[in-house]
């Protein structure tokens, strides 16, 4: 009866070990970066309007044709694609009642605009967040007092403080920049103490406690990364709200005043010769829908991507 060819001193054929395939666990950035691969039609237009905005903003004095403070009221309320004859230079958008170019007033808009909305989200955002991890981490009478305030201040009508607090301070744009983040960072408030208290127990906060970490470090290193997704998708939404805010004070006149250019006010500019001249109200009106609309549909795809509990990967 014929061996096994293995009793002579070969081994016997073994399989292949199979290494267990190690899970993944994505880190926010690895998230960030694949859901940012993952952008639909109409994330994908809000992006290219709102960096484009942010583009025009940023850009403004090397982009705009003509000096948007600049009157000749020869000009006066001309068509779009008007061409002034004498210096052959073309208005693509008209002009307004006092011959100023609307192109380069839209332009110079857009950076009052993303100047006014970037620092009032930056400033509401500092105050809300600050009280709601306060009010997280801590809870207690930090807490109870913390909310108390809160549903205080959010029972109060922001647009009836806002214009109180423009017609007793002065309209300006500093003024506009204060109002718009004292109105708003109770919605920060709220959203960061939830997540807050979502993280009370978690390894990392535990852990970070065992090992006797203060509590300022465990918030500012622990906790805040782990909020900063809830933060970000909160402030690209409330930006869209503050442009908006922003034009219609300026609209009342208790926003950036002329001869300042702000969509608002370029939209008041259009009133009266509504029916002589449509383009002066309809072109900031149409910047303001479209970039509103941009950043709306950007920021629902941020919610929707960023949510921790729509995380697949």
């Known amino acids: 009866m014929a061996r096994p ?11 292949p ?16 970066l694949a859901a940012f691969q993952r952008l639909d039609p109409a994330a994908s237009f809000g992006l290219i309007v709102v960096t484009l905005f942010i583009v025009v903003g940023i850009c403004a004095p090397l982009i705009e044709p003509h000096d948007p ?8 309320l001309k068509p779009p694609g008007f061409v002034d004859p004498r210096s052959a230079t073309r208005f693509w958008l008209g002009t307004d009642g006092l011959g100023r170019d609307i192109l380069s007033r839209l332009i110079e808009g857009a950076r009052v605009s993303l100047l006014v909305a970037g620092l009032g989200a930056v400033l509401a955002a500092t105050l809300g967040t600050g009280v709601g991890l306060t009010a997280g981490y801590f809870g207690g009478w930090y807490d109870g007092l913390l909310m108390r305030l809160v549903d205080v201040w959010q029972a109060i009508p922001y647009a009836i403080l ?49 090992v006797g970490a203060s509590p300022a470090r465990i918030v500012m290193r622990h906790v805040l990364p782990q909020v900063s997704a809830s933060i970000i998708v909160l402030s690209s939404l409330l930006v869209a709200s503050m442009i908006l805010f922003e034009a219609s004070l300026s609209f009342l006149g208790l926003g950036v005043q002329p001869p300042t250019p702000s969509w608002g006010n370029m939209v008041l500019d259009g009133v009266e010769p509504i029916r002589a001249a449509w383009w002066v109200a309809f072109w900031p009106g149409l910047t303001i829908l479209v970039v509103v609309m941009a950043i709306n549909l950007l920021g629902d795809w941020l919610r929707d991507r960023l949510d921790p509990r729509q995380r697949e990967f």
């Open 162 to 210: 806002a214009i109180a607090v423009a017609v007793i301070v002065g309209p300006s744009l500093p003024t506009l920049i204060v109002v718009l983040g004292i109105t708003t960072w109770v919605n920060y408030a709220r959203v960061v103490r939830g997540e807050t208290l979502a993280q009370q127990h978690g390894e990392v906060v535990v852990a970070a406690r065992v």
């Open 5 to 15: 060819a293995y009793s002579i001193g070969l081994s016997a054929p073994t399989a």
């Open 69 to 76: 403070l600049a009157q000749d009221i020869t000009l006066r």
């Open 17 to 32: 070990a199979v290494r267990p395939r190690a899970s993944r666990v994505a880190s926010p950035r690895r998230f960030s």
